[in-house]
């Protein structure tokens, strides 16, 4: 499977964007998917995930009630609506996904199999 993030780019805080997360290869319904971000000279940080049958959700806390993860399945794609964006949510975004996971690895980049290339998300204050 093969993974393209797009949609990133510059905004104003408390503005909006929105990622995709794009499938190619490989149905979406087959895999749980994930979203990670990295900041300038930071570690690569957990930010939402959805499981494959698209019934649970999960959000790290510093984006909880702002950013939402979905699906289209008819579109093999992945979203992330990202709402009152502030400057510490810039980034690098990353789109991941792998089809085996257990619930409590869901947060954890390094079980994820298959990752797209990233998008750069810059929130200017």
């Known amino acids: 499977v093969q993974l393209q993030a797009s949609g990133g780019g510059l905004v104003q805080a408390g503005g909006s964007l929105r990622l995709s997360c794009t499938f190619s290869?490989?149905?979406?319904?087959?895999?749980?998917v994930g979203w990670f971000r990295q900041a300038p000279g930071k570690e690569r940080e957990f930010v939402a995930a959805s499981r494959r049958n698209g019934g649970y959700t999960y959000y790290a806390d510093s984006v909880k009630g702002r950013f939402t993860i979905s699906r289209d399945n008819s579109q093999n794609l992945v979203y992330l609506q990202m709402n009152s964006l502030k400057p510490e949510d810039t980034a690098i975004y990353y789109c991941?996904?792998?089809?085996?996971?257990?619930?409590?690895?869901?947060?954890?980049?390094?079980?994820?199999?298959?990752w797209g290339q990233g998008t750069l998300v810059t929130v200017s204050s």
């Open positions: 991941a996904a792998d089809s085996g996971l257990i619930l409590s690895s869901m947060r954890i980049g390094d079980q994820y199999d298959y």
């Open positions: 290869g490989r149905t979406v319904r087959d895999y749980h």
